[in-house]
């Protein structure tokens, strides 16, 4: 807009009088050009003390008509600067719509500070794309008339403001921008901003390599200026990030700095803060609660030294949390009372409710049911909408729900329960902060579903008991959904805006209905409807292969064959809920593991990546289930819908029948052979795999992509890790391609044709996508997890991310696959040598919500030799007209006879999703009975065609 923009008199004029940083100072105003009125209101405006509402106002109304013309725009500054330092934002942005064209503001850095102000008014106000025209529009190019440094600070605040209604893409070319001129800053605040706000755009759009190089910069930067606090903030997201991987020596690393630096300080809150963090650190990598609440007492003790009372009670909660976790309830009630004690001294209502709940759950566990009540009768009386929609409320929840069970109202215990969780599913569903692509539950809102299924079972609802289980599975579809990279690469920038102001109204609309009267309430929950329908045309449009609708399990139940049985998995803590539900029933079992347990099963877990997983443990894991539920031998055809643990362990290599040594795998008969095996992550996904109707026409059958050799390497989530060659990888997509001989067009590509954008171009349209490659887990990003390709040569240094090699997860979603199936067989995780569950829930959910409705992959990385042998047979089964999972079944067993009968060598590559044969079937049984059924027929019309006198005879 400000492009080729000329200076007029009239502006020069405005200009000088404006005087601070002005454009030009060559030229004086003449006193035509100055109203005296202006020079009383600039006086009056800029004194806050003769500044208020009334005085505005009454400028606004007398001054209004005059204010637009060019000549009064000092006028206008005036009436801006004081709205806007009055906090009247909404008035600043109303203001700003009576203009018609920017271009008549003068060419000044006074413009560029009532521009600030109008944009961040904007933004205040929810005017979210205005804000982002304005910049584009205005102060961009308003800032290249000034300084380098003056047009980078517009954009780095452009790249922040595109950052926050999601725009990776374009946030990401404006900082970068401004990172060419870093060293133009003279402010060190400012490069620090810019590196931290690069970074983070870098790691949402899966760069984590680059992410980490601009935060070693900003943290040397930080230490050249000796600057401790930026130098401890960049430590501390070195440290995040390395424990979000469970690089843990690293981690740590990151860790000791930090303390040091803070030694150093010795400031009383940043201490309370590390040993925070230390406790943390060593509850999830070392799972030593003992060094964990030596550093929480710590913490403690420096938080209450420095008056640091939100931090305390923080710390206090993780205290009575840990000691409750290990069932030392004396402990854990000694310091509820030390919070109650600490909000009583300072008359902090909310804290002292939080404490109340503490001490009601803790005497209901320990069946101190009178006190628990007596509690109960105080949080009734008190004000329960002060406590936000947190962890407290799910904690309140289960205390009320609790306290109707034991007075036999299970159903208006239920009624509570289903409230908060149905409250809970749509906050999740519209949050902006679940970000990941794997959702992780509070322990706090487990117990609320896990009470909750627990009192549907007890009144034998067990449907609505199942249906609850599903949702929380479902739930990653929603952090699916508010993965900021996914919604970039689909949404244009008009809807990621949408997007961002729908979610914060749906936010301000459900806290306002928290405490709104019955009257008003009616009005919120419309306006709150329309804007969730709103919400969900976008998230449609993002996950457009996700099914919404509930599962109808009786219709899912008839689509099951005699010999078809669902075994449906819901873990919560030890406990274990398993649903066997076959066309002719459906009970739901209850198993419970005790901390033996637990550590049996992380130890099989840790050995199946090894060569010596022990099969008496496998045996005694089997029997630990199976025996429970009792699954008759005439189910040859199992779904499996794991959670948690049961992610890490494929049922296939579970020993049927009595087990003589650890290591005799030649002797055992495994489940393998008993039956066929394939997985799903819901009731939904099973549903719509059994649904699935193939496209029948593709340009290509089959494409496999086989690297070998890898032009870049390093690893993306470690770096100085470097993943080996693959020297059978090429072999195997070349004879896969070959033996598929009852498909017609075949193609693979090698090393050198294998790049991501012979992907992108080849993605669309075939029938089978094959990758003989490396592949890396991030395990609580799951989206950002990456399938390693290689890049085109004369592409090489480009810079473009849509042919870098790296395939992110959430890069399928824009492949429009429309695969019959995908294999990944790939040999390597980022997460050492084994894919964690939520690593399977983003690769599989990945594919599946992209279009594609089978995928094979491993579970653990394997040899090379075993992963060729194992697919090319695999293959070699479809080929025969085998369904996916029956095909699979046989290439282990031809392992298990012709190789090896270690489950660790063919135990990792499992079957998710539809398992329909990819071709026809030849078996003999079809042909015959095709050739009876066209027999029959023949003779039917023969005896039609006979003639009446023969036909009686015949009778």
């Known amino acids: 807009m400000l492009d080729n923009h000329n200076l007029s008199n009239k502006e020069k004029s405005h200009l000088s009088y404006l005087l601070i940083n002005s454009f030009d100072f060559n030229y004086s105003p003449t006193p035509s050009t100055i109203d005296f009125l202006d020079f009383y209101y600039y006086d009056h405006i800029f004194d806050p003390e003769n500044s208020d509402d009334h005085f505005l106002d009454s400028f606004k109304e007398n001054n209004y008509s005059n204010l637009i013309k060019s000549d009064k725009t000092v006028l206008l500054f005036n009436l801006f600067n004081g709205l806007f330092k009055s906090k009247r934002e909404y008035d600043v942005f109303r203001l700003s719509q009576n203009i018609n ?176 963090s230390y406790a943390t650190f060593y509850r999830d990598s070392h799972h030593d609660i003992n060094k964990s609440l030596e550093y929480l007492k710590l913490a403690e003790y420096y938080a209450r030294e420095a008056m640091y009372y939100t931090l305390l009670y923080s710390i206090i909660a993780e205290l009575i949390d840990t000691y409750s976790s290990i069932g030392d309830y004396d402990r854990a009630l000694y310091y509820s009372h030390i919070l109650l004690e600490e909000a009583v001294s300072r008359e902090d209502n909310s804290t002292m409710l939080f404490a109340y709940i503490k001490l009601a759950n803790l005497n209901f566990k320990l069946n101190n049911l009178e006190l628990a009540s007596s509690y109960i009768d105080i949080i009734r009386t008190s004000d329960v909408s002060q406590l936000r929609f947190s962890k407290s409320q799910a904690l309140l929840t289960s205390a009320l729900a609790k306290y109707e069970i034991i007075n036999n109202d299970n159903n208006e215990a239920i009624k509570l329960l289903t409230a908060f969780a149905n409250d809970l599913i749509l906050r999740i569903k519209n949050s902006s902060e679940i970000q990941s692509g794997h959702l992780i539950f509070e322990n706090e809102y487990l117990s609320v579903f896990h009470l909750l299924i627990e009192q549907l079972i007890f009144i034998n609802e067990r449907e609505t008991a199942i249906y609850w289980m599903d949702e929380i599975k479902n739930l990653s579809s929603a952090s699916f959904y508010n993965n900021p990279a996914l919604k970039a690469s689909i949404l244009s920038e008009s809807q990621l805006v949408l997007d961002f102001a729908l979610r914060n109204r749906i936010e301000r609309l459900r806290h306002e209905l928290r405490t709104a009267s019955d009257e008003k309430r009616v009005q919120l929950n419309t306006f709150l409807f329309e804007a969730i329908s709103e919400q969900n045309t976008l998230r449609r449009k993002v996950l457009q292969n996700i099914d919404l609708e509930p599962v109808n399990l009786n219709r899912l139940r008839r689509q099951l064959g005699r010999s ?392």
């Not at 025209?133 to 440094?149: A, K, M």
């Not at 496998?618 to 699954?631: C, H, P, Q, T, Y």
């Not at 549903?687 to 109707?693: D, E, G, M, N, Y």
């Open 564 to 955: 078809d049985i669902i075994l449906y998995f819901s873990t919560f803590n030890e406990d274990l809920y398993v649903s066997a539900i076959s066309s002719g029933s459906f009970n739901i079992h209850h198993i419970t593991f005790t901390e033996d347990d637990i550590s049996r099963i992380n130890e099989i877990v840790k050995s199946l990546s090894s060569d010596k997983v022990r099969l008496t443990e496998l045996a005694w894991f089997k029997d630990k289930i199976f025996n429970k539920i009792g699954v008759s031998d005439r189910y040859t055809n199992y779904f499996i819908i794991p959670d948690g643990f049961l992610y890490h362990i494929p049922f296939e290599i579970l020993p049927v029948g009595n087990v003589s040594t650890d290591y005799s795998y030649g002797e055992a008969t495994y489940l393998i052979e008993r039956a066929a095996i394939s997985y799903s992550n819901s009731l939904k996904d099973l549903k719509s795999s059994l649904t699935h109707r193939p496209k029948r026409r593709y340009d290509l059958d089959f494409v496999g992509f086989g690297i070998t050799h890898f032009i870049n390497p390093e690893s993306q989530l470690l770096p100085g890790r470097y993943l080996p060659a693959l020297p059978l990888a090429e072999k195997e997509v070349e004879e896969i391609a070959t033996n598929l001989n009852r498909l017609n067009n075949n193609i693979f590509l090698d090393s050198k044709t294998a790049t991501e954008r012979n992907l992108r171009q080849k993605a669309g349209n075939n029938r089978i996508l094959h990758f003989a490659t490396h592949s890396e887990v991030f395990e609580n990003d799951p989206l950002y997890s990456v399938i390693y390709l290689n890049q085109e040569q004369e592409h090489r240094n480009s810079g473009d991310a849509s042919n870098d090699g790296l395939v992110y997860a959430y890069e399928l979603f824009q492949l429009d696959l429309s695969s019959e199936m995908v294999m990944l067989n790939s040999c390597e995780s980022g997460s050492g040598n084994y894919i964690q569950g939520s690593g399977i829930v983003g690769f599989s959910r990945a594919f599946n919500y992209a279009g594609v409705p089978s995928l094979v992959m491993n579970l653990w990385s394997v040899r090379d030799r075993s992963a060729y042998h194992l697919s090319v047979s695999f293959y070699d089964y479809l080929n025969q007209g085998y369904g996916k999972n029956e095909a699979m079944r046989k290439a282990k067993i031809d392992y298990i006879n012709k190789f090896n009968s270690n489950p660790t060598n063919w135990g990792s590559f499992v079957v998710y999703g539809n398992v329909d044969p990819i071709v026809p079937s030849r078996s003999p049984w079809v042909f015959a009975a095709i050739i009876l059924f066209i027999g029959g027929i023949s003779l039917i019309a023969a005896w039609f065609r006979l003639p009446g006198k023969i036909k009686s005879r015949l009778q």
């Open 101 to 276: 064209d920017f271009k008549d503001f003068p060419i000044s850095i006074n413009s560029m500070r009532i521009f600030r102000y109008i944009s961040f008014s904007s933004y205040f106000s929810g005017y979210y794309q205005y804000d982002i025209d304005l910049y584009r529009g205005s102060i961009i190019p308003l800032s290249q008339f000034f300084s380098i440094e003056e047009e980078m600070k517009a954009r780095l605040d452009f790249g922040v403001s595109l950052y926050q209604i999601g725009n990776l893409q374009s946030s990401m070319e404006q900082l970068e921008k401004v990172y060419d001129t870093i060293d133009e800053f003279e402010d060190f605040r400012y490069q620090s901003a810019l590196l931290n706000n690069l970074g983070i755009v870098y790691y949402y759009n899966g760069f984590f390599e680059d992410y980490l190089q601009l935060i070693i910069t900003g943290l040397d930067l930080a230490s050249i200026h000796n600057n401790t606090e930026f130098e401890i903030d960049f430590l501390y997201n070195l440290h995040i990030y390395h424990k979000k991987i469970e690089n843990w020596n690293v981690a740590y690393d990151y860790l000791h700095q930090i303390d040091k630096k803070v030694q150093d300080v010795g400031d009383m809150r940043s201490l309370a803060l590390i040993y925070q």
